[in-house]
């Protein structure tokens, strides 16, 4: 009985190592967006766009959600036509853009809708039970060992550009900065 929950352990343990990393990648992607999309919002024409969003009735605020998966089908697909025309890594590299520049739009409308589209019955119930679920998926992998050691990796790569690091790079910038002045006052 011991051998087959050993094999499938051993066998699900590369899916666990890549779902790690995804999961670290797309937090670091979420916060990175979130705090570009936070300092886009400030250009008056968007901080009105997003104050007109949010007085949007709850069927308005859907349509908007959805518009940029809509938007970026299109886009997408010119990519894959570049990938069966020999264009491999444009295709890819436009798939990824795509996908990066959709999540981050798409993660901002929904915090700007998000009253909106709880009023909606299907949508907030699905919500209900869809974040308890990713939250229990995601606990479950914390607790495994290939997290523990994606973890610990990521904190020796951390390493190099911890605080003390970067105040040796700014001390460095600053030098840099100093010189090319000091050029520039000589030329003029």
Known sequence: MKPLPRLRRILLAPLVYLVAVLLLLEDWLWDLS????ARIAGWPPLHALEN??????AA???AVFALPALLLLPVKLLA????ARGHAMWGLLV?????VAGAALVARIYLITRPALMTIAWFASLLGWFIPLKERLIAQLRAS?????????????RAPFSARA??????????FAAFWRRAHARRH
């Open 166 to 175: 970067g105040s040796r790079i700014g001390r460095l910038l600053r030098r």
């Open 34 to 37: 979130a705090r570009l999309m």
């Open 60 to 62: 308005a605020a859907m």
């Open 95 to 99: 798939i990824i853009v795509a996908k």
């Open 52 to 57: 007109w969003l949010r007085r949007l009735p």
């Open 80 to 83: 894959l036509f570049a990938i």
């Open 145 to 157: 060992g290939p997290w523990r050691d994606l973890q610990k990796l990521m904190s020796q790569l």
